[in-house]
């Protein structure tokens, strides 16, 4: 979880993680900064988070985007 | 024989009703096989081989791939999770010598026979005779349809490596996914999951299928006959002899060009999805109104549709998040601002993508220039996107604004018809050759001669009518299908409408063989 | 079943509208002078006592005349040659006619321009398709004598129109078109003296020869052609209508353009004598030079008004005398007249 808010916060750093609810539906991340996040958590989780799994569900707080990560991990 | 041809319609009466053949019901995909491989021959192409192979590749690659992911689930199942991990490694690394394998033949066999020339025009140019090196040029034919094939094959080998399709046992099914022969020529460009149970599932005739069907195909031949082709030669003449013309007409012409490539493009789609329909089977659709996109990447998400999801879904996307770029995003993170630094990946994903757009429309270099020159427009409008965004603010200008809205189509087709300056002409020299003349030569006339050079009077009706009509159905379109518009109306007013499209294309289309220069004949 | 129904009326729907809308633009924008529609209405008007027929290219038209056959012989002719008449056409011509008329003979008019493979010209074919009178006749034509894609240029007259907002044509071609003349099938033009017959008044100005020399001919029979020959001729021995071949006078300058007449002659002889036909070389006839100069053609290839009466008379003069079992050898010599001085020599 701790790697995980590095991440977020090297991304954008004028964004509290901590408390933000809907990161996609709200509009606060856009498809770039998705993109750009998507590549860093395969690189420092080894896993494949695949365009499939670029839903709003997955990604629109910092707890679902750990549960995602979790999820993928025990997958492999 | 091509798809807009009297002889394609006789084929394909041909094919429709072996294909509804009662006792035939099951084997309607191998009546299509057929149908394909013929036609496919019918187009006078011999080279048969290059096909083959890549339907046998891409049939062995699939099955070989799904083999892997299966044997993953099972050893998954079986064993350890420490042991899998390992496994999955090994199996990931065996996919990617197939993935690896079949890539390489394919792409190879679209370079080879569709780029070697440009690479060897290139090399003598570098080597420039020296030491008395030079390769001769292998002109092969370019096999039908093998940009658009081969792109379909390869993005079935990934979607089967990736699990989200399965892979087909049937060689001859593989075969008819790779060769059906109303998408072969120009696409579209299906996948693998909506259209092969398409094409193997068994259709009946179905009233709705012919009457929509033949709607889209006389649709189809409307905006290639009486719009595209009576443009064609005009807008050829601008090009040809650019020289002699301002700069404000070959503005024109790119604006003429962008118009008649688009309505070609889509009438043929139009005829194809319609044949198509006649037999059961939906096609992807291509196009949607791209000449009312609000800005350049709206354009590219609206226009050729499946080769540009294509390239999103097969190159884009896994570029974007490959390691590369994260590294060069992670250099960017060091050295420019947040907000741009997040666009890095995108933008190296970008690059590649419309490089390869460029490249794959054509082999040569102005191609090369047009697919860089998006890439560029789009990459820079995603980086003064926030400086945009104050300015309209500060000039309270709300997006929903009609004219705001209007401006930004007028916009996005002007800069598109620009670029369309390097397709449009039969060289690079020549096209920048007229993009020069427009920016330093541009005079605003008002004369026939400037805005519609060589154009017979009577032709320009014509394609004015044919513009209204099918500007008007865009526009209506947009709103909802102009089918079930038409639907609504009475039985009466729909079929006034139909037979005034027959009629007018009989009377004002470019069909069969033309009759230029006609009564001189008979004086003798 | 019901949607069969349903299909065949919509098709039924679609084929009248379209019959309806052609036959008002052939109206509105067929020019009224021209002499096709006039030739085809008189055509029309003598189906079923047509015992002669004319056919060939427009060395034909220009070159019989059924007035002056008929007023000699006491036959009733047609001319139905039609501008560079492909050979497939001339067929289907004669098939069409053969079926609902009492034709005895037919005049084939022969040229070398007729066996040659042509660049495809679409009024080549209008012209022969327009005078298929038969649904059958038009029908056959496409399928055999057509290209798919040259269907809808036969079938519709709206797609031969190339321009349709030529505003003060179109008044020109309506005032006549409703006109008593029109009406009474009177073309405006003087050149058209009925029955498929064209008189040009123009005088040929070109060189005149004494002597032509011979060279290598590169003349080339198309395959295509030549079998549409063969069937013609086939197709006459069956029905035992006589079938006369005729090379119909040309000027010396055409006759210099051919290199070697001879060749043509003898492909034409042979083919004749192999398929029960006969064949008469004018440009053989003893007389050609003296009775035929210049003055008789409107241009090298075409005989005028006056060289289509005098050519006319002297076949309807041959003609009887042939029936009539006289011989005819009289009238031809073994060469080319244009040649003869040389083979003297």
Redesign the interface.
């Known amino acids: 979880m701790e790697k995980l808010m590095e991440i977020l916060k090297n991304l954008r750093p004028e964004v509290d993680f901590n408390t933000e609810k809907s990161l996609i539906d709200g509009g606060v991340l856009d498809s770039f900064d998705l993109v750009s996040l998507i590549g860093e958590l395969n690189e420092e989780f080894e896993i494949e988070i695949s365009f499939d799994d670029m839903e709003p569900e997955n990604f629109n707080s910092a707890e679902q985007i750990y549960q995602m990560i979790v999820r993928l991990q025990s997958e492999e | 024989m091509t798809i807009n ?3 394609f ?2 084929f394909f009466l041909g094919t429709a009703v072996v294909y509804y053949l009662p006792f035939l019901k099951k084997y309607q995909w191998a009546v299509l096989l057929a149908a394909s491989y013929l036609f496919y021959f019918f187009t006078g192409t011999d080279n048969f081989i290059y096909i083959l192979i890549t339907t046998v590749t891409t049939h062995f690659s699939a099955l070989a791939l799904s083999r892997k992911n299966k044997q993953l689930k099972e050893y998954k199942e079986r064993c350890k ?1 420490e042991e ?2 390992e496994y ?1 490694e090994r199996i990931k690394r065996e996919k990617k010598r197939i993935i690896f394998f079949d890539v390489v033949i394919n792409v190879g066999i679209l370079i080879f026979v569709k780029y070697s020339n440009f690479f060897i025009f290139n090399i003598n140019r570098i080597l420039d005779g020296e030491r008395g090196i030079e390769l001769k040029a292998l002109n092969i034919l370019v096999p039908l349809g093998i940009s658009y094939y081969t792109l379909q094959s390869i993005g079935y080998v990934l979607d089967v490596s ?1 699990g ?1 399709t399965k892979a087909e046992a049937n060689l001859l099914k593989t075969a008819l996914f790779v060769s059906y022969f109303p998408q072969i020529t120009q696409g579209p460009i299906g996948r693998f999951e909506k259209l092969a149970p398409r094409l193997f599932r068994s259709h009946k ?1 179905a ?1 709705q299928n ?1 009457s929509f069907g033949c709607q889209r195909i006389l649709w189809g031949f409307f905006k290639k006959t009486v719009i595209a082709d009576r443009m064609n030669p005009f807008v050829d003449e601008i090009f040809l002899n650019f020289q002699q013309y301002s700069g404000f007409t070959l503005f024109l012409g790119c604006m003429y060009f962008s118009i008649q490539a688009y309505v070609d493009f889509s009438a043929y789609m139009d005829i194809a999805a319609g044949y198509s329909q006649i037999l059961g089977i939906k096609l992807e659709e291509n196009f949607m109104r791209p000449f009312l996109s609000q800005s350049l990447a709206e354009y590219w998400r609206r226009w050729h549709i499946t080769l540009s999801s294509w390239f999103r ?1 097969y190159l884009f ?1 896994p570029l ?4 590369p ?2 590294k060069l ?1 992670r250099m960017g ?1 060091k050295y420019l601002p ?1 907000r741009i630094a ?5 933008i190296y ?1 970008m690059f590649v993508v419309w490089f390869a757009t460029g490249f794959w429309h054509d082999a040569s270099w102005r191609y090369i220039l047009w697919g860089v020159a998006n890439g560029i427009i789009m990459i820079s409008s ?1 980086c003064f996107s926030g400086t945009f965004q104050t300015w309209k603010e500060k000039l309270h200008i709300k997006d929903e604004n009609r004219l705001w809205r209007l401006f930004r189509r007028v916009r996005t087709f002007l800069l598109i018809s620009l670029l369309k300056v390097f397709p449009a002409a039969d060289s690079t020299g020549n096209s920048l050759q007229i993009l020069k003349h427009i920016v330093t030569d541009f005079q605003i006339s008002f004369s026939y001669q400037a805005w519609f050079p060589g154009l ?3 032709y320009l ?2 394609i004015l009518f044919g513009l209204i009509l099918f500007f008007a159905v865009s526009i209506r379109q947009e709103k909802e299908p102009v089918r079930n518009y038409l639907a609504r109306k009475s039985f009466v007013l729909r ?1 006034c409408l139909y ?1 005034i499209i ?2 007018s294309v ?4 470019v ?6 220069g ?2 001189e ?2 004086q ?1 | 079943m019901r949607s069969i129904k349903k299909i065949a009326g919509r098709l039924l729907l679609i084929c009248i509208v379209l019959w309806l809308f052609d036959t008002i633009v052939e109206f509105l924008y067929r020019p009224y002078n021209r002499y096709t529609p006039y030739a085809i209405r008189e055509l029309k008007e003598c189906q079923g006592s047509i015992d002669t027929l004319f056919l060939g290219t427009s060395t034909a038209y220009r070159g019989f005349s059924p007035d002056v056959f008929d007023r000699e012989l006491g036959t009733f002719s047609f001319n139905a040659a039609t501008a560079s008449q492909p050979a497939q056409g001339t067929l289907a011509l004669l098939k069409d006619e053969a079926e609902r008329n009492p034709i005895k003979r037919v005049f084939l008019g022969v040229s070398p321009r007729m066996l040659v493979k042509e660049e495809a010209h679409i009024e080549r074919k209008t012209e022969v398709y327009d005078r298929l009178l038969s649904l059958k006749g038009k029908f056959l034509y496409l399928a055999e004598g057509c290209t798919s894609e040259e269907w809808l240029n036969l079938i519709f007259y709206a797609v031969r129109v190339d321009k349709y907002f030529n505003i003060g044509k179109l008044k020109k071609n309506l005032s006549y078109k409703l006109s008593d003349a029109y009406r009474e099938n009177r073309a405006p033009m003087a050149t058209y003296k009925g029955k498929g017959f064209l008189a040009g008044k123009e005088v040929y100005q070109g060189q005149e020869y004494e002597t032509i020399v011979k060279r290598e001919s590169a003349w080339k029979v198309d395959d295509e052609n030549q079998q549409a020959l063969i069937e013609i001729m086939e197709y006459c021995k069956e029905r035992e209508i006589e079938l006369i071949l005729v090379f119909i006078p040309v000027s010396g300058a055409e006759i210099d353009g051919y290199k070697d007449l001879g060749v043509i002659h003898e492909y034409f002889r042979e083919m004749a004598d192999r398929h029960g036909a006969i064949f008469w070389d004018f440009n053989y006839y003893k007389g050609l030079k003296e009775e035929f100069p210049n003055s008789m053609f409107q241009d090298k290839r075409h005989l005028n008004e006056a060289g289509g009466h005098a050519f006319t008379q002297l076949i309807a003069e041959v003609y009887e005398k042939y029936k009539g079992g006289e011989g005819i050898e009289g009238y031809f010599l073994d060469t080319c007249p244009y040649y003869e001085n040389l083979i003297d020599e």
Request: aromatic fraction near 14%.
């Open positions: 041809s009297m002889s319609l006789l999770k899998a991990a999955k990736k989200k005739p009233w012919l879904d996307y974007s998040i490959s390691k770029a994260v995003s993170r947040a997040k666009l890095v990946p995108s994903a995603m017979i009077k009577n009706a014509y079929w037979l027959l009629c009989l009377a004002f289309g069909l069969g063989t033309g009759i230029s006609g009564f004949y008979a003798y």
